[in-house]
């Protein structure tokens, strides 16, 4: 048993081809950065250059041929390097301390100058609408989930940049901690989240069969007439906890607390919005790819799911 062939919202398409256009020039030409994003989106370079080609044809930039003066500009200066070498420890220390006590490890960490991220305290995001109609909470707390698609979580933060905030949005899968939309947006209002909502769809295809639960916060951007509607549309079952209570989506707080640790507090002052998307695109491409996590096995969410499905296609059928 297998996830199908991934499709993509148009937003998320649009998404991609600006951010080809926009930071192609720290690339030593497009085609690498298409490679670099493209691997992020999770599509293919060859499907990304397609979607760049026909934008431009769209915009009257290309006349609908392959251009040959791809631009060649400066290199592309990482700013992951720190989370690469941080992964590469964490892999090697789980290995080589999973006997060890905390407080051995606590040592060594000291010994060797070593220190976890400390997360900052978050700032409150959520405004309940009183007015608008509410689902139950179908979780409870228990965050926890037997298959992938049987429960996402949804939520966003903000992050303060020189020219005001910006949000970003979350929608996870509890069963492997896999990021399945996101999205950055200078305001928050019902589309943001919406729009993240959408790139997850299109990337699970959920059957539809009422077995998938989205649950999130009372705030007002998800107990939106457009939200609920898109999640009835989908077949999802939606699930809101209460308000003021950040254990009722204790999940998805855990995310966006890694989120603002590992990308926001350690790699700030921000410039821009700009800058913040394309930090979310290299930090949710390397958390689903290369973040390993211990509630899940010390492994990666992509590894834990892959390990699911291949488990799966092993189930001998019923006589």
């Not at 020039?25 to 293919?44: D, F, L, N, Q, Y």
Request: aromatic share 10%; charged share 25%.
């Amino acid at each position: 048993m297998s996830n199908s062939v991934k499709k993509f919202s148009p937003e998320v398409r649009s998404r991609a081809v600006r951010l080809v256009l926009e930071h192609e020039g720290e690339h030593p030409s497009r085609w690498t950065a298409m490679v670099s994003i493209a691997g992020k989106i999770g599509c293919s370079a060859h499907t990304l250059n397609e979607w760049v080609k026909k934008a431009e044809v769209e915009t009257g930039k290309r006349a609908g041929v392959p251009s040959e003066t791809a631009d060649r500009l400066k290199a592309l200066e990482r700013e992951n390097r720190e989370l690469r070498q941080a992964n590469e420890i964490l892999r090697k220390a789980s290995a080589y301390f999973a006997q060890a006590a905390r407080c051995t490890v606590a040592r060594l960490m000291r010994d060797l100058g070593l220190q976890g991220v400390i997360r900052g305290k978050p700032k409150r995001t959520t405004i309940s609408d009183k007015s608008a109609p509410c689902p139950l909470d179908r979780v409870n707390r228990q965050f926890k989930a037997p298959a992938p698609n049987r429960l996402w979580v949804s939520d966003f933060t903000y992050v303060a940049t020189w020219a005001g905030f910006v949000y970003v949005a979350f929608v996870i899968d509890v069963f492997a901690r896999y990021i399945v939309g996101w999205r950055v947006s200078r305001t928050a209002h019902a589309g943001f989240v919406l729009d993240a909502l959408e790139q997850a769809i299109h990337a699970r295809c959920p059957s539809g069969a009422g077995n998938l639960v989205h649950h999130s916060d009372r705030g007002s951007q998800y107990v939106a007439i457009r939200y609920t509607e898109r999640l009835a549309e989908a077949g999802i079952e939606p699930s809101v906890g209460s308000v003021g209570d950040s254990y009722d989506n204790a999940l998805a707080e855990t995310i966006n607390g890694l989120f603002k640790a590992e990308v926001i507090h350690r790699r700030g002052p921000w410039r821009s919005f700009d800058a913040v998307e394309y930090a979310t695109l290299e930090w949710v491409d390397w958390f689903n790819n290369r973040r390993i996590l211990e509630p899940i096995g010390n492994i990666t969410p992509a590894e834990a799911e892959q390990q699911f499905y291949t488990a799966m296609d092993h189930v001998p059928l019923a006589a």
